[in-house]
């Protein structure tokens, strides 16, 4: 008998301990909750207005700035949470950096990026929507993230390039200039009229609308070749004309030459059969 009732009165005792352990914190646990929810959605909202606002002024810094502000602030709700469960926040932040420090030192290519995107931002070799070449890709920059720039290219590829080799490589920015020079090489034949091929070229150049007076055009002869007197034809256009005006010359080229008499010729051998006894 005694040990029952002392059993009952165990029982009672951790029923009383447990009960009082719910009271005290399950209100606790229950405001961290919603706390969490409440603040992951004004986040979320602040981080779609900031990023609408961003968006319309500066594409550039619109991504990386959001993503970065956006990590800051659920690090900071998390804290927030923790210390309001009963967790002890220098505790808990001493946790954090050990874990920021392990992870840093695992994560070392993904903090190079990081600094990478830094330096893009500071410096700007380029921007969203200009057109770059770089680690083997030409395209349009789409975004510039925290760690990674995306790079769509003209035959409809999407390149996700590290923001560390970008900022640490050489990298050609196509667009960032107004007007470019479009430099195109012409053959003739060693027997036609340089002066009349040269005429010709100024003619298309004159009678085409995207062709740009200033800077002049240079028409030269460039060098002479094994099988052809090679014309050097630079034109200056703007830079949305430059592959259009290319191709489109090479077109009406071919066909004034053709019409106008002027040969353009292809590579040629003499071979010489000798007879031997």
């Given at each position: 008998m005694d040990d029952l009732l002392g059993t009952n009165i165990n029982a009672s005792e951790l029923w009383d301990q447990a009960l009082s352990l719910i009271m005290t914190y399950a209100p606790k646990f229950v405001l961290a909750i919603v706390t969490l929810v409440v603040g992951l959605w004004l986040i979320n909202r602040f981080i779609a207005v900031l990023d609408k606002k961003l968006g319309a002024k500066d594409p550039t810094l619109n991504k990386f700035l959001c993503g970065l502000v956006s990590a800051i602030f659920k690090v900071m709700l998390l804290i927030s949470v923790a210390s309001m469960i009963g967790i002890a926040t220098t505790s808990f932040i001493a946790?954090?950096?050990?874990?920021?420090?392990?992870?840093?030192?695992?994560?070392?290519g993904s903090l190079a990026n990081f600094a990478g995107g830094v330096l893009i931002l500071i410096f700007k070799p380029f921007k969203v929507g200009d057109t770059i070449e770089a680690q083997g890709f030409l395209g349009a920059v789409a975004e510039i993230q925290i760690l990674y720039t995306v790079v769509n290219t003209f035959d409809n590829r999407?390149?996700?390039?590290p923001n560390?080799?970008?900022?640490?490589?050489?990298?050609?920015?196509?667009?960032?200039?107004?007007?470019?020079?479009?430099?195109m090489t012409f053959g003739i034949g060693y027997n036609d009229d340089i002066d009349k091929a040269k005429a010709i070229l100024q003619r298309l150049f004159d009678e085409d609308e995207r062709s740009l007076?200033?800077?002049?055009p240079r028409i030269c002869v460039g060098s002479l070749g094994d099988n052809s007197v090679n014309l050097m034809f630079r034109a200056w256009v703007a830079t949305d004309d430059l592959w259009p005006y290319y191709w489109d010359m090479h077109e009406k080229v071919k066909k004034?030459?053709?019409?106008?008499?002027i040969t353009i010729p292809f590579p040629q051998r003499d071979v010489h059969l000798y007879k031997t006894e």
């Open positions: 946790v954090i950096g050990a874990a920021g420090l392990a992870i840093g030192l695992a994560l070392q999407r390149i996700v390039i560390g080799s970008l900022s640490n490589a050489t990298l050609v920015n196509v667009s960032i200039y107004e007007k470019r020079r479009c430099d007076k200033d800077p002049e004034a030459f053709d019409a106008e008499g």
